[in-house]
C-alpha cells in the first residue's frame, strides 16, 4: 500500500457498505487514507444480503457474478489475492428460458453446444447461427468501446466521453442512435431470440426500448467472460471483503444509521450518526443512492435536487423466496419465463409505470449448482418480475403486489411448475417498500439509475458532488451503474478520483 506525502493519512467516512462503499474503502486503504465505514444495517453487503429459513439459504439480492476480472483487481490493489477469500464456480448452462408456446432454449458459452441449441428454433440453422455470431461480434465492439474507456478510465459524462474517445468513435462507432431492443432486431431474424438477448437489459434495471444500442455489449459479459456462482453463496462475496477489510485495517461501525452529512461551505466535514455521534474526516464517500442523500442527509433545496431528478430509478421487483419440497427438474440455475408480448411489458412497467399483467420472469434455482441451499429433496426458488419503483403520488397497496404475486404463480404453473404452490413450504416476499426500507434505495429501485438515451444519455450520476468537493458517491446511482461489476469497478474509480484530487492539494 502507497503512502500519500502528507504529516498525517487523510481520513474518509464511507457512509453505507453495499459493495460500492465496501470498493472504494478498500481502494481507498490501498492508497494510505485512513478509512471508516458506517453501516446501518448490521452486516455489510447491503442488497448482496442473506436470507436463512428452515434449512433454505436465501440470496437476497444479486443472484448473477460476472466480469470477475473486475473484483480481481480490487484485491490487487492492496496486494491480495480475491482467491484466497472467495472462490467462485462456473454456471452451466448460463440462462434457460421458456416461452409460453412450450419453447425451452438454452444459453450455453460453449460455441458447439450453443449451436446444437439453435436446431430447436425454427428456420434454417445455419441462417440463425450465422446471425447470431454477427450479433456477438457487434457486441464485442461494443464493449471494448465501452470498456477502454467509460470503465477503464471512470468517465462520468458526455464530454469526459468525448475528450477520451473523440467525434469519430463517439459518432460512427459507438451504437446510440439506436435502442437495444432496434439493433437487436437489425441482427436478428428469429423472435425467440430477439426476445432473449433484450432481456439481458435485466442486467441494469430497463427497458430495451429505452436503453441505446451499445448496451447490448451486455451479451458479452457472460459469453466472452463467464457466468459465475460464489461457492457457498452469494453472500460469501460479502464474507470475503469483510475478511480483507480486517485485514488491511478498516473498521466498521454496524446499526449506526447516518442522520446528516455535515457541511461547511463548498466542503463536507464528516457525518453524525442516529444517536448522536459526530465523526469527522477529510473526506465523506456515500454509498446512499444520489437523489435520497442529497434529500435526506444533506437537505439540500429543491431547485438543486430537480438538476437530478434525470437520472431516474431504475425498475423495482417483487422479491419472492420459495421453499418447497420437490425439486423441479426442468429448472436450470438460472431462468427466465417469458411474456407473450413483451414490448407490452416494457412499456407497462417503465413508460406507465404500472405493474404488469403478463411480466417476463426471472427465476433462480441456485441447488442447480449448491445442493447446500435446500434440505435433501427440495427446491430453493427465487422469483422476481420486474415492476415499477414506488410512485410517491400514487403508490400501490401490500394487496396490489400480493395479487401480482398470485398472477406470477399462476403463469409458472402454467408454463410448467405444476402444482408449485402445492409444494411451498417456506416462503418470502420483498415489495418495492421492503427494499426502500432496508436499504435507503430511490423508491425502492433495484438497480439505481435507469439507462434511457432520452433522459439521461443512460448515464448514471457523476462520482464528485457538483456541490461539496470532498464528497463523493459509489454504487448502482454512479456511472458506471447497477450490477456488482459496476459497483465494484465505481468504487475503485471513486478512490482513484480522490486521489487525484489530494495530489492536487498537496
Not at 475478511?243 to 457525518?271: A, C, F, H, M
Request: aromatic share 12%.
Amino acid at each position: 500500500m502507497s503512502q500519500l506525502p502528507s504529516q498525517r493519512n487523510k481520513s474518509v467516512i464511507v457512509v453505507g457498505g453495499g459493495l460500492g462503499g465496501l470498493s472504494a474503502a478498500v481502494s481507498l486503504r490501498g492508497e494510505g487514507f485512513d478509512v471508516e465505514i458506517v453501516e446501518k444495517n448490521d452486516k455489510l453487503g447491503g442488497k448482496l444480503n442473506l436470507l436463512e429459513i428452515d434449512g433454505f439459504g436465501f440470496d437476497l439480492g444479486p443472484s448473477i457474478f460476472t466480469l470477475p476480472q473486475f473484483f480481481e483487481s480490487l484485491w490487487e490493489r492492496v496486494g491480495k489475492k480475491m482467491s484466497d477469500y472467495v472462490q467462485l464456480e462456473s454456471v452451466h448452462p448460463h440462462w434457460r428460458n421458456f416461452f409460453e408456446d412450450g419453447m425451452v432454449l438454452d444459453l450455453i458459452e460453449d460455441p458447439a453446444g450453443q449451436k446444437e441449441e439453435f436446431k430447436k428454433l425454427p428456420g434454417e440453422l445455419d441462417h440463425n447461427w450465422k446471425q447470431f455470431e454477427q450479433f456477438l461480434n457487434y457486441g464485442r465492439e461494443q464493449f471494448r468501446l465501452c470498456d477502454d474507456g467509460y470503465f477503464r478510465e471512470g468517465l462520468d459524462n458526455v464530454w469526459e466521453m468525448f475528450r477520451h474517445y473523440g467525434l469519430f468513435k463517439m459518432m460512427f462507432k459507438m451504437d446510440h442512435r439506436n435502442t437495444m431492443a432496434e439493433s437487436v432486431a437489425r441482427h436478428m431474424d428469429d423472435e425467440y431470440l430477439r426476445r432473449v438477448f433484450e432481456y439481458f437489459v435485466k442486467y441494469v434495471g430497463s427497458s430495451a426500448h429505452d436503453a441505446p444500442g451499445y448496451m447490448n455489449l451486455m451479451p458479452i459479459i457472460q459469453y466472452d467472460y463467464g457466468l459465475w456462482y460464489v461457492k457457498g453463496g452469494m453472500y460469501n462475496l460479502a464474507v470475503g471483503l469483510r475478511n480483507l477489510l480486517d485485514d488491511i485495517g478498516v473498521p466498521v461501525r454496524y446499526n449506526s444509521e447516518v442522520e446528516t452529512i455535515n457541511q461547511s461551505g463548498k466542503e463536507v466535514k464528516g457525518v453524525t450518526l442516529k444517536d448522536g455521534t459526530t465523526l469527522n474526516s477529510d473526506y465523506v464517500v456515500c454509498n446512499m443512492e444520489v437523489l435520497p442523500a442529497y434529500k435526506k442527509l444533506l437537505s439540500e433545496p429543491l431547485p438543486f435536487v430537480k438538476k437530478l431528478e434525470k437520472f431516474e430509478p431504475a425498475c423495482s421487483g417483487l422479491v419472492i423466496h420459495l421453499g418447497t419440497d420437490k425439486i423441479f427438474d426442468q429448472l436450470a440455475h438460472h431462468n427466465f419465463f417469458y411474456s407473450k408480448n413483451q414490448s407490452k411489458h416494457f412499456d407497462t412497467v417503465f413508460q406507465k409505470g404500472e405493474l404488469p399483467e403478463d411480466p417476463t420472469i426471472y427465476l433462480v434455482a441456485p441447488t442447480r449448482t449448491d445442493p447446500s441451499k435446500a434440505p435433501d429433496g427440495c427446491d430453493n426458488i427465487k422469483i422476481l418480475p420486474h415492476i415499477p419503483p414506488i410512485n410517491p403520488d400514487n403508490p400501490y397497496s401490500h394487496e396490489d403486489y400480493m395479487t401480482l404475486k398470485d398472477r406470477v404463480i399462476d403463469k409458472l404453473e402454467r408454463m410448467g411448475l405444476t402444482d408449485l404452490r402445492k409444494h411451498i413450504i417456506v416462503e418470502d416476499v420483498l415489495t418495492p417498500v421492503d427494499i426502500e426500507r432496508m436499504y435507503n434505495s430511490n423508491n425502492g429501485s433495484i438497480y439505481g439509475v435507469v439507462s434511457d438515451w432520452k433522459k439521461n444519455q443512460a448515464f448514471k450520476a457523476p462520482k464528485q458532488s457538483s456541490k461539496y468537493k470532498n464528497l463523493f458517491f459509489t454504487g448502482g446511482s454512479v456511472n458506471p451503474g447497477g450490477g456488482m461489476p459496476m459497483v465494484i469497478l465505481c468504487g475503485q474509480k471513486v478512490a482513484d478520483r480522490v486521489v487525484k484530487q489530494e495530489a492536487r492539494r498537496v
